[in-house]
């Protein structure tokens, strides 16, 4: 018979692995063999672990590396459905996360003069028990839950928990509740879901602000499923991404097309789509035969009345809905930030949705089912009741699980000063930021990396979490700290847990646990797609406003990449990532169309006081030419508690400005009626690697471009140039690279893969103001001047990851005094770090510019340190560094060949930066392999290197990216 606490560690929920074969049959040891025995790993060999990213509440798959217990490296499981072996940069970062020096290492309590003292989990628990006890004793829902978007047994656990405590009161809380796409699948198909997203079946994008390369519900399957895509779609002359927004965010800046819509415009512009659609005959007729309503409602966005009223042209309406006329195999989407103001989200949804139902999508690349896990979100009217309850007094203990609402709520909420009233706070995080400044009690939980569980982002792909590493301090699981607070108030959660039946339900899901543990979980592929019927939405059409644009200013707050909602901030790899648009570090900033800067008489990086009806902050302005004249925008993530040490006071909060969501359908991320002007002071803006035009001077430009028609056209020769030395001989390997400019996306996952394979530093904002960053690996950004195509507007924006080239005749070879780097027999431009004495005439004399020398001794705070990659040297002040294409990743493959006796094969070396890529725009191998990928895609005809014409015959092939409208010089 099975221990009651035995069984519910079986399910992965304290913490500890040593009983699972009381269930599982299974043996310790072939479960987790570092844990129990350490005779089965050897020592310096690395040991993989398959468990799922929870950055986020996609849920990628994620395989830790560790070395002798110490987690060194994430990476993609290539068997998890969600991401297929790719990370994104917040991803890649997880492994910082848990050697952050300021993590919680034991339980706090804050004593009247609001200092949090360390306390022991022997008082933690009973005070804890103390406090729930007198809560529940008041009467029921005096006792609230609000935490991360939670599944399985650690979800039912808290559900059962809670109802032992009189309590109903439970919101599963995540910044971004896509509560509007929910709200408008419940008007248009009656059922109140995010629906699927099949980017395979689909030939055409057309996205209304859906940041699906960035952040948007699942960006990393998004990404990886949208290059797969354009790859498909090469040749085609209208492009395969049309972007309706008022600004360019990173997913814009990919687009092959942009309607540049007024802010508040998006949904009317949506249904001029739907018009034109109708008047060219290309609508699907069974969507209009049985609501005749929704035509008459459709007749007051005629195409030439919408662009006359938002200034929108009418070519590009037109345009718009003659690309996205593929029946059944186009796909839009909404849902993005941008459009999240006025009230309007759920209006701009259902428009959506009819476009998709009138070209048949539904059913193909839109479809129903299975349900993801964000439909059970807590809605924005949710957090209202509960911030009121709390200002009515009517809670006494608020428990708070792995969110930050003090942060990611707008103040004009007022969930601060509710916060203030509860009586007794108590956070389950591990690191410190507004929410757990405010808490009476923290009670620190395991890093994602350290626990059990389960995790399903949608109902058919259920990941597992297993630790990679024991666990670094004095944490536990929530779920050991709920069930032992619970047992001290009155041991009724025996019974809580026998009405749920999770006998039955552990014993099915740990049935097969070494698979389930290999593959990173249970992925069943059987849900099936529900059929659903368009509801009659003529009145929410009909409703749509059809407004001009005034000239007032309007504040629009933005997701970013790296940072996401703010819950990255304390992550200095993140902090020291250029943003992809604006290519700020170390803080956010004001971004201005350069019209509206002229109107108000602001220059380029000046300090500027931004002031809506809800709040007022400070920022430095940055020119950009990405976004309507009618909006200014801020990125969000920044301006943070002083408690947090690497993101401490950094840009500004750009939620301060933005008002409650108290009467509106949705969160709302944007606001009106916004003033600006210039003032004193502030901090300088951090900018790395700005944008360049492609074309200045006349010089040939690093990114190319090329239209679809002449994809097949090879570039021009270079010049003839005169060999002074003999070739190299390269007798096994000749590693090279191929990048794909058509499929990168500037995320910067790969930078982020580099600093954690390869032991760079982190420099600092003082450092990064000199320019002295260490990244090996940088992403150009390089604008096109193009014309506009078919009445769209071109972004003509290229993303380039330059790193070493390794040339054949490498420039920097030939000036080092001290041979410090050379030639090695397989191509690489080797950098022998002990010899390097600083002269630095290799930088000087590099044409890429792509080394790295360390001006300072960088340090890592203990214990950071864990998470250096023992295969790497670390180097110290005085010495040159740059890209090794991970030469130790290449011995170690060359190693495991020579042991099995074989020849290495095409795919068993792959760098980090390759390894992560979301895209899947890198590709390296060998070049002397005919056969080879890489050698295959340095053929072709997009193919070309960057500066060839120097003669420094590098080994890196970019394959140039095709753009329609793209000028007849651009090759």
Not at 333 to 358: K, M, P, Q, R, Y
Not at 701 to 730: G, I, L, M, N, S
Not at 847 to 873: C, H, I, M
Not at 914 to 923: F, G, K, M, N, P
Request: hydrophobic share 40%; with cysteine.
């Amino acid at each position: 018979m099975i221990e009651r606490r035995q069984f519910l560690r079986t399910l992965g929920l304290a913490g500890s692995a040593a009983v699972i074969d009381s269930c599982a049959k299974q043996s310790t040891d072939e479960l987790i063999p570092y844990f129990v025995s350490a005779d089965a790993v050897v020592a310096g060999t690395p040991a993989h672990y398959a468990t799922t990213c929870r950055g986020c509440p996609a849920g990628c798959g994620l395989m830790a590396k560790t070395v002798n217990g110490r987690i060194t490296k994430a990476e993609g499981n290539p068997q998890h459905p969600v991401g297929r072996g790719r990370l994104c940069a917040r991803g890649q970062a997880s492994v910082q996360t848990v050697y952050n020096p300021y993590r919680f290492r034991q339980p706090g309590l804050r004593d009247p003069q609001g200092v949090l003292q360390p306390l022991s989990w022997d008082d933690a628990g009973p005070l804890l028990a103390t406090k729930l006890r007198d809560a529940s004793r008041r009467g029921p829902n005096r006792v609230a839950w609000l935490g991360r978007l939670e599944t399985g047994p650690f979800d039912e656990l808290v559900t059962s928990w809670l109802a032992v405590l009189g309590s109903t009161r439970r919101l599963s809380y995540e910044t971004f509740d896509y509560h509007a796409i929910r709200a408008a699948a419940d008007l248009a198909f009656g059922r109140a879901e995010i629906p699927q997203y099949d980017f395979d079946c689909a030939e055409f994008v057309l996205a209304f602000g859906a940041e699906f390369l960035e952040t948007w519900i699942s960006n990393v399957h998004f990404t990886e499923a949208y290059a797969r895509l354009r790859s498909r779609r090469l040749r085609d002359p209208g492009g395969t991404f049309v972007w309706v927004a008022p600004r360019l965010s990173l997913t814009g800046l990919n687009a092959d097309g942009w309607i540049a819509t007024p802010p508040g415009s998006e949904a009317a512009v949506a249904c001029a789509i739907a018009n034109a659609m109708i008047a060219d005959g290309v609508a699907d007729s069974a969507a209009l035969g049985t609501f005749p309503g929704i035509r008459a409602a459709l007749n007051r966005f005629a195409p030439d009345r919408v662009a006359q009223v938002t200034g929108v042209p009418a070519a590009a309406i037109h345009s718009a809905a003659r690309r996205f006329a593929r029946r059944g195999t186009s796909l839009a989407l909404g849902g993005g930030l941008a459009a999240s103001g006025d009230g309007e989200a759920v209006a701009l949804e259902v428009a959506v949705l009819l476009l998709n139902a009138l070209n048949g999508n539904i059913g193909s690349t839109v479809t129903f089912g299975p349900t993801h896990a964000l439909n059970r979100l807590a809605t924005p009217q949710d957090i209202v009741a509960l911030t009121h309850a709390m200002s009515a007094g009517g809670i006494d203990v608020l428990l708070v699980h792995h969110a930050n609402p003090a942060y990611t709520l707008p103040p004009a909420l007022g969930f601060d000063t509710a916060l203030s009233r509860v009586p007794f706070v108590v956070d389950f995080g591990t690191l410190q930021d507004e929410t757990t400044d405010r808490a009476h009690l923290v009670v620190p939980d395991h890093h994602d990396l350290e626990s059990w569980g389960t995790y399903a982002p949608r109902e058919d792909i259920v990941g597992s979490i297993q630790p990679a590493a024991m666990p670094l301090f004095d944490t536990r699981a929530t779920a050991d700290v709920l069930i032992d607070v619970a047992q001290q108030i009155d041991g009724n959660v025996a019974r809580a847990v026998d009405r749920v039946g999770w006998r039955e339900r552990v014993e099915q899901w740990w049935g097969d646990s070494q698979e389930i543990i290999r593959q990173g979980g249970r992925f069943t592929g059987d849900a099936a797609s529900a059929r659903v019927t368009l509801r009659d939405i003529s009145a929410t059409i009909a409703s749509i406003p059809l407004r001009s644009a005034d000239s007032t200013l309007t504040f629009l707050a933005y997701p970013t990449t790296q940072l996401f909602d703010g819950r990255h901030a304390d992550v200095s790899w993140l902090q020291e990532l250029p943003d992809p648009v604006n290519k700020t570090v170390w803080g956010n900033c004001l971004e201005v169309h350069p019209a509206t800067a002229a109107r108000f008489g602001i220059g380029n990086d000046d300090e500027i006081e931004v002031a809506s009806p809800h709040g007022r902050i400070t920022s430095r302005a940055r020119l950009s030419a990405g976004l309507d004249p009618g909006i200014v925008a801020m990125a969000i993530g920044f301006g943070r508690t002083a408690s947090m040490r690497f993101a401490d006071a950094r840009g500004a909060n750009a939620i301060r400005m933005l008002p409650p969501p108290a009467g509106n359908p949705g969160a709302v991320w944007r606001t009106k009626d916004v003033s600006i002007r210039r003032v004193a002071g502030g901090r300088r803006l951090i900018v790395l690697q700005p944008e360049m035009m492609a074309h200045a001077d006349g010089e040939p430009p690093a990114a190319r471009v090329v239209r679809p028609d002449r994809v097949d056209e090879r570039e021009p020769e270079p010049p003839k140039t005169v060999q002074f030395y003999p070739p190299h001989e390269h007798k096994e390997h000749r590693w090279g690279m191929a990048i794909d400019l058509g499929a990168c996306t500037g995320c910067s996952a790969c930078v982020v893969a580099c600093y954690a394979e390869n032991n760079i530093a982190v420099v600092g904002p003082a450092l990064c103001d000199q320019g002295r960053e260490m990244s090996w690996i940088r992403i150009q950004r390089e604008v096109h001047d193009l014309q506009d195509h078919d009445g769209l507007k071109q972004p003509g924006n290229v993303f380039l990851p330059m790193l070493c080239q390794q040339c054949d005749n490498a420039p920097c070879e030939s000036v080092c005094p001290v041979y410090a780097t050379y030639h090695n027999p397989e191509g690489l431009n080797a950098q022998v770090y002990v010899r390097c004495i600083g002269t630095r005439f290799c930088s000087n004399n590099c044409p890429y510019k792509v080394r790295r020398f360390n001006w300072a001794r960088y340090e890592w705070t203990s214990p950071l340190g864990e998470q250096l990659n023992p295969d790497v040297t670390v180097r110290s002040v005085g010495v040159m560094e740059k890209c090794t294409f991970c030469v130790q990743r290449i011995q170690a493959g060359k190693l495991d060949a020579k042991r099995e006796h074989r020849v290495v094969r095409d795919g068993d070396i792959v760098p980090a930066c390759a390894q992560t890529c979301t895209a899947e725009a890198i590709v390296f191998g060998d070049l002397h392999d005919p056969d080879s990928r890489v050698s295959r895609l340095s053929q072709l005809a997009r193919g070309y290197r960057v500066l060839e014409e120097l003669n420094t015959k590098p080994a890196i092939t970019y394959l140039r990216r095709v753009v329609p409208g793209a000028p007849d010089h651009a090759g």
